[in-house]
């Protein structure tokens, strides 16, 4: 399967169609952001979540227009007859014109939401009838700026970054929650002893290791589900100047580099740069994304071991009403569309009534939707100017932002648990087997691997269950419960 081709995906898809905030929220955060990188969205396949979201805002925009043109129309017919007709023809053409108004609304709005909610989400984006090839032809009909273009290939690019630049505490941003962890120092320099003979250890380097181990992990026969990366992860703080990942301070860092670049770092590490081997199980259609962050390191005459254990769960029930929604909807469907649209449409006439306000705060917001983007990017120039310490890192992800804080199955908590199991086995396997194999003594290893392998999926300070699932002593969601996701708030100093 390919990770991002997912059920997340389509969920996501299905939700920007409909939920004109929550379209517009991802639109704000990946298309008008110039400087800080895009958290990387496991199992998500953000460009085509892009150009749904894309489509569902051009296709507003066209519903807008008619009813602003019929708005204004409507509008001059008012003023017409306020002005140059009696008082009979007043009290009699301004009824029959507001209700005009309010016929013709109402249905270009219910005709707007039954395609959205039928001839789009039902016919295309069902859990029967995904298409990607849809989305994708209806993308190409529209007509799109080179800046825009060119935008959506970089976001595109980033979601396959091998440099993870995070804007928080923790480096593994967008791996959702952190479910356990061990590490473990082994002397490489104390020989193992054979017939009372104590053994020259043999020198070894990291790589070697890393390729053992990579090598009895691929023959677990995980290949669909499993995707294994060499990535580095710097904080955003950090990077200014690193030339190769930040050339230009006021455009993205980049997040793809060759691995000549990544192979520097597995030996030779420093205290802002550091090399994982990313092991990542992408299972039930990218709603469980099970990642394992390995790394060593050689410090003096010591090897240091460290695995750290992250998990993103299913999304939130929020996003699965979608699969309610059928290519035809009922009598009872349409009523209820009907009576939606009718709602909005009443605002629409109360608008129509109270017009001159209304132009006043329409060319506000035309102006001010141009004023605050151009002032904040102002801003943004100004402190990366003034703040070398600026933190082009990313908080968070998408991803992250709408899973839930629990299993949607009982099985898929069993599946974590066993997955995990398995890769940990062979990684403390091979591990010994290799030290093993260098003649270095790994009898403080074995009784610690015991321990690793018997310690089961624990959280530190807090628990994870089929039921719930809390994180940290002061851990806080930045899930909003009532639907979409909101965007976390940026911060500039390390996370706390």
């Keep these: 399967m390919e990770p991002r081709m997912t059920e997340s995906t389509r969920y996501l ?27 990387i969205c496991h199992g998500v396949d953000i460009p085509t979540v892009l150009k749904s979201c894309i489509l569902a805002k051009k296709r507003r925009e066209n519903r807008d227009g008619l009813l602003v043109s019929l708005f204004g129309i409507c509008s001059i017919i008012i003023i017409f007859i306020t002005i140059l007709s009696d008082k009979l023809y007043f ?16 249905k270009i ?56 630049i995070y804007g928080g505490y923790s480096p593994f941003v967008g791996s959702g929650l952190n479910i ?34 990579i090598q009895s992990i691929t023959s677990l026969g995980l290949e669909d589900k499993l995707t294994i990366e060499d990535n580095l992860y710097i904080n955003g703080q950090q990077i200014r100047d690193i030339e190769k990942l930040l050339p230009d301070p006021f455009k993205r860092p980049i997040t793809r580099v060759d691995d000549d670049f990544i192979q520097s770092f597995i030996e030779q590490p420093t205290d802002s740069v550091r090399h994982y081997k990313c092991l990542r199980i992408t299972d039930w259609k990218g709603e469980l994304i099970l990642s394992i962050f390995l ?41 209820k569309l009907a009576g939606q649209s009718a709602l909005k449409a009443f605002v629409y006439v109360f608008l129509l009534m109270i017009f001159p306000v209304v132009i006043l705060a329409y060319f506000q917001k035309y102006t001010g939707e141009i004023e605050p983007k151009k002032k904040a990017r102002e801003n943004k120039i100004k402190e990366i100017k003034s703040n070398y310490s600026f933190n082009y890192g990313a908080i968070t992800s998408l991803r992250e932002r709408v899973s839930q804080e629990e299993y949607q199955r009982f099985f898929q908590k069993l599946d974590q648990e066993m997955y995990f199991k398995i890769i940990e086995r062979r990684i403390v396997d091979s591990l010994s087997k290799f030290l093993d194999s260098k003649n270095i003594d790994t009898s403080d290893f074995k009784e610690a691997k015991s321990t690793i392998l018997n310690h089961g999926i624990i959280v ?13 002593k002061q851990a806080q969601s930045t899930i909003n419960k009532g639907g979409a996701a909101m965007p976390t708030e940026r911060t500039n100093n390390d996370g706390n």
């Design 180 to 213: 356990n962890g061990w590490s473990f120092a082994i002397d490489i320099t104390k020989g193992k002893e054979q017939e009372g003979v104590t053994n020259q250890p043999r020198d070894f380097q990291v790589s070697q290791l890393y390729d053992c181990i």
């Design 91 to 106: 009290e009699y053409l301004v009824p029959i014109t507001l209700v005009f108004y309010f016929i013709v609304s109402w």
């Design 109 to 164: 709005v219910f005709l707007d939401q039954t395609k959205s909610r039928y001839d789009i989400v039902g016919k295309h984006i069902s859990q029967k009838n995904f298409s990607y090839d849809f989305i994708n032809s209806e993308f190409r009909k529209l007509h799109l700026s080179s800046e825009e273009k060119q935008k959506l290939e970089e976001i595109s690019q980033s979601q396959n970054a091998n440099v993870i």
């Design 295 to 335: 790394r060593f390191s050689k410090v003096g005459q010591n090897l240091f071991i460290e695995a750290n254990y992250y998990l993103l769960t299913p999304l939130r029930p929020y996003y699965r009403q979608y699969d309610a929604i059928k290519s035809q909807p009922s009598e009872e469907d349409i009523q």
């Design 460 to 472: 530190t300070n807090g628990s994870i269950h089929s039921e719930s699932m809390a994180v940290g």
């Design 13 to 39: 898809c299905a939700a920007v169609q409909i939920d004109e905030k929550f379209c517009d929220q991802i639109l704000e955060e990946f298309l008008d952001e110039d400087y800080t990188v895009i958290g």
